[in-house]
């Protein structure tokens, strides 16, 4: 059967939160929306509840679920809901987070009214200690060639780095190959950031759609850790060196400067964390290390070149071309300056 949207939702391990995720979607006002749900072999009670729900709730026809008889990671269940969505529009939820009851009818109010290919929430974030933290876009459209990525990328977290909250035409997906790279750390930051580099017609809303939901020994958070895998971190490494490898085909674009900076500045605030946790990663990171995540996704040559964010750039560039004992001492000291360590 065909609507006009897929929720896709990749579930792992959720069994304490999958029945609320599960029915703030099913309580949408929205009436033309596919359930898609990929259970990825969590081996927990998380299947047993989608199947109590999906037999007893009034929209449990709508309801789809695909079982891997292995875990294969986040990033390929995400890619198996592209695949296999019926809908024109796709979007992506968290197992452990909630909507609002409106989220999908205002997106897709906002692509009808416009003709979007992508519709962008605002959300809340809610920290394991209950604390509450809103992340309000203004309302924008925008329409002209690359503007949605000059958007994303004027400032640091200029756009929400999760793959969650934004309703996008799914043909975009398809036609452009678009997919979650095979790694468990920012998969969706790589794939949201090569995603604005595709969109002409994009929409933000002010409206709070979605509450993403803290949990404790989360991959995606350091609390309350005796010890920090090196693996974890370089894995964040490698998925920034994945979008600044990707950034050198992006150089005749507006933006170009300002996707430098904001990659480069990630990279700096990597650094910081690690040495602010560095006494509890295994094994040790190194000076030499270090400095090696800070290589600057372009010349000098393409630098002094820029029209927009040049003195940003070169002094990011400069710092990751110093010797790497002086270049951690730096990243100390202007980490320490600005609160970060």
Known sequence: MKHDVTIGIPVYKSELYIRQTLESALAQKYPSI???????AGGDGSLAIIQEIQQTHQRGGAMRVITHDRNMGVSASRNQIIEE??????????????????TISIMMENVRRYGAEIVFGSYEKIEISGIRHVY????????????????????????????????????ILRENQLCFINTNFWEDMVFTYEL???VSRAVMLPNITYYYCCRENSLSNYQC????????????VKTIEYLKQRTSLLTNKVYYPHRCYVLALTDFYIVCNILKKRRLIVPYVSNSEIKNILAFPASLKQIIHFRKCLFPNIALYVLSKQPSCLCVCAVWLIGKMRRLL
């Not at 596919?34 to 990825?40: C, T």
């Not at 529009?89 to 409106?102: P, T, W």
């Open 34 to 40: 596919e359930f898609l749900l990929i259970d990825d």
């Open 225 to 236: 850790r005796t010890q920090i895998d090196k693996e974890e971190i370089m894995q964040n």
């Open 85 to 102: 969505a019926k809908g024109d529009y796709l979007y992506f939820m968290d197992s452990d987070d909630i909507i609002a009851e409106n």
């Open 136 to 171: 309000q876009y203004p309302a924008l459209l925008l329409f002209e060639k690359d503007s949605l990525a000059s958007f994303a990328y004027r400032k640091y977290a200029g756009i929400q780095a999760s793959a969650c909250n934004y309703l996008v035409k799914i043909s």
């Open 196 to 198: 604005v580099t595709y």
